[in-house]
Every structure is written in C-alpha cells, then in structure tokens.
C-alpha cells in the first residue's frame, strides 16, 4: 500500500494539471516534460543554496520547480493564441526537449564526481528533503496533494472562474459570444498545469530519489493522462484512479522480479484502459439507431 501511495504522488498532481486543461478542451500531452522542468527548477535551488534551513529551502524549492512548469506550459499556449499552431503537436515535441535538458545537465555540468560514473547529481542538503510521516515511508507530499485537489475542486465547483472554465469548455464559439476571457483561460489553465506537473517532479526528486536523477522519468505524465480521462476530470475522482494507476505499476513490477513479465506490459495495459474509457464515453454521448 505504501508503494501504491508514493507512486500515485505525481500522477495525482499530474492528472490534476492535465484535467484542468482537458476541461477548456486544450489537449496538453507536455505534462512528462513540465514535470522534468519543475525536478530540474528543484535541483538547481537545492544545488544552489544547500546552507539555508529546510523552512526556507523547501518552499524555494517547489515555488521555482511550480515556476519552470508553468513556463514550460506557457509555450504551447502563447504559440496556439498566436500562431494557431496545435498543442499536442507542440506538447508532445516539448516533452522530448524537457527530458533531454534533464539529462545534459545530468551527465554534464551537475554531475557528481563522486558517483562512479553514474549520472546523478549530488545529493540534496537534509534541509532539501522532503520529511517522512511518523515511522512509515510516506511523505508530506501526500497531504500537500490533498490539500491542492481540495482546493481545486471547490474552485471549480464555487467560483466564478471555474464556472466560466467549464462554460468555455462545452464550446469556444459561446465563450467568445458571451465575452467570456477565452485566451486568458487557455493561459491561465496552461500554466497552472504545467506548475502541477512541476511539482510534482520536486516532490519525487526531493522526497523518493534525493537527487535528481534520470531515472525518475518513468512516464508519470503520459499515465497521467489515462488517470485524467478514467476519473472524467473529476478532481476528486482522481485520487482513487491515481491510486488504482500507481497500484498497476507496482504489480507490473513484482511481476518483472517473480515471473519475467516484459516491463511494456503495464504500458499495454494503460494503453487498453484509455481506449476502453474513450469507447465507453462515445457510447455515453451517441447511441446507434438503425434505419431501414
């Protein structure tokens, strides 16, 4: 259960990112590379400033890893208002960029010459970590998440904002009737995902792996997006499908170890989840009527 928990941590915070811009029907696919902006934001502060104290360091931390996600959101969103180019295009292409500047600064400049080889930065002050809950191995990631996805869903549910967010969804062409601020909202839902999915690569730089490391690009922002669409951009759906997500992972895992299962077939099985999501919402909204 501890493991399904850490692991349900990102793609919690990622799917949150990724509904929110499924709802203003914006189709960011980028929240893989925001989440390797926001962990390479995070190192370059614990890096930077290893002697200030934890109650400083760790909100610098996750306000520059938030910051560098929601840049690295901001792109695609300035480049479809302005140029009418096409967001998964553009997000898709970004997350290759973000996971590769992770990886140059990786293997280059932020490598720790003690690691024998192995590319890892230096790890984190003690004031850079994340704490432990108690006695177990959760950390205080886990009610940060609660606290964002509550925040979220009342703010949709009771705001104004939110209203006009899912009035803007249901079509572009009544939002601009009505003067709704549509290319504010395709910014503002932009770069708060793109923050979401930078914090989440804080959280498990700094409180799962330490340092940062290749090897926390795992394809939580891909997965994230399957989370988004089982729980119908329900905030608070959300937390029960990442955790039913983060539990398939772990089982794919043991059965790496026990029986020498490929590890692409979680991917297949995720894979097959979304299409049945997908198919199941066209049955939802059609229905076939045969005609003689």
């Known amino acids: 259960v501890e493991d399904c928990l850490l692991k349900s941590v990102p793609i919690f915070l990622c799917a949150l990112g990724v509904a929110l811009t499924f709802r203003l029907q914006i189709w960011n696919l980028g929240a893989e590379g925001q989440f390797a902006l926001g962990a390479l934001g995070a190192a ?45 295009i553009v997000t898709l292409m970004l997350n290759y960029i973000g996971i590769l500047l992770l990886e140059y600064k990786v ?22 970590i994340v704490g432990l809950i108690g006695a177990t191995r959760l950390h ?19 705001s104004r904002a939110g209203y ?7 079509s572009v062409r009544v939002a601009r009737y009505a003067r709704l601020p549509y290319a504010r909202m395709v910014v503002a839902v ?30 939580y922002g891909y997965t994230a997006i399957v989370v ?13 499908a990442s955790f039913l997500l983060a539990g398939l992972r772990v089982g794919v895992e043991n059965l790496q170890l026990d029986l020498q299962v490929p590890a692409s077939f979680g ?26």
């Open 44 to 88: 370059w502060v614990a890096l930077r400033f290893p002697s200030l104290p934890s109650y400083t360091l760790l909100p610098a931390m996750g306000l520059m890893a938030s910051l560098t996600g929601g840049l690295w959101g901001l792109i695609p969103a300035i480049l479809k208002l302005r140029l009418r180019t096409n967001e998964i």
């Open 107 to 128: 293997y280059g400049s932020w490598k720790d010459p003690s690691s024998f080889g192995f590319p890892m930065t230096p790890e984190f002050p003690a004031g850079g």
């Open 140 to 158: 205080w990631g886990i009610a940060l998440c609660i606290a964002v996805g509550l925040v979220m869903a009342v703010t949709l549910r009771c």
């Open 164 to 170: 006009e967010l899912r009035a803007s969804g249901e």
């Open 190 to 219: 932009m770069i708060v995902g793109g923050a979401l999915a930078g914090l989440a690569g804080f959280l498990e730089a700094s409180a799962t792996t330490h340092r940062l490391q290749p090897s926390i690009m795992t394809g």
């Open 228 to 240: 988004a669409w089982l729980a119908r951009l329900n905030p608070l759906s959300i937390g029960v």
């Open 267 to 292: 991917q297949i099985i995720e894979g097959l989840v979304l299409l049945t999501v997908l198919a199941g919402g066209m049955l939802r909204d059609y229905k076939i009527i045969l005609r003689k």
